[in-house]
């Protein structure tokens, strides 16, 4: 064998061994950080949680704060509590890809264009007492881009609108990701869900007038990722989503 082939074979010998070790590291290191990394997706997502009921400090321990957020379980279809499953470990997310877990959507059901959707959802309370002060839904739906995952935060009447926010999306900066604009959030707080037993809160195209109490302004130049958002909306709010469960409060029956 020449000296030229004895190098070749050198060389990719080589370039294999570091290839070798340098995934064995990366495998490592993935399994230390594991656990980091799921303490910090936690704390982010009770941040979260906590900014969409207006309620989050930075100056104070996302974990103390979040002590006074109650996690339940609510059964979709009959609006009531699901008692017999461990809601800190219950993963909605999950729930919505197990077809033992959730149940497909028809076209004209799906306006949130989320094909699938979770039977039990993880919801999150703020109690004083017997006294639900504020109720937080996860809501989810399709914009222009991608899935938009966020909270919405209900005073205790279940009509009145706390907060919104978004924790995930993939919109585009300036027109669609304005969803995290703090002054287009701020609209939200306030307005009602519910006008006539029918939902009601909706973006409006061009800007909605101070005195419309169901309106929000539409994003400039996001109609797609603002209808996205109207419709997701109206869905998780509407009977398929948690109207049973909010109708169930407001009438005492949980």
Known sequence: ???????????????????????????????????????????????????????YDPNQSIADQFQIVTTRLV?????????????????????????????????????????????????????????????????????????????????GDANTVAGLGFYEHAETPGLGGEVDNPNWKAQWTGKQVYKDDAVALRLVKGGASRSDMYGVDGLSGATLTSRGVDNLLKFWMSDSGFKPFLDNLKQGRI
């Not at 061994?17 to 303490?39: D, E, K, T, Y």
């Open 1 to 55: 064998m020449s000296s030229s082939n004895e190098s070749t074979q050198k060389t990719v010998t080589v370039a294999l061994v570091l290839c070798l070790v340098c995934s064995i590291i990366v495998s490592a290191a993935a399994v230390i950080l594991r656990p980091a990394q799921a303490v910090n997706e936690k704390a982010n997502m009770q941040m979260n949680i906590l900014a969409a009921a207006g309620l």
């Open 75 to 155: 059964n979709i279809e009959t609006g009531e509590f699901v008692e017999d499953m461990d809601a800190e470990r219950y993963n909605q997310r999950r729930a919505a890809k197990d077809p033992s877990m959730n149940r497909e959507l028809s076209g004209d059901e799906d306006i949130a264009s989320i094909k699938r959707q979770a039977k039990i959802a993880k919801i999150y309370l703020i109690e004083n007492g017997e006294q639900i002060e504020k109720i937080i839904l996860p809501i989810h739906g399709y914009g222009l881009w991608s899935t938009l995952y966020g909270f919405m935060a209900l005073e």
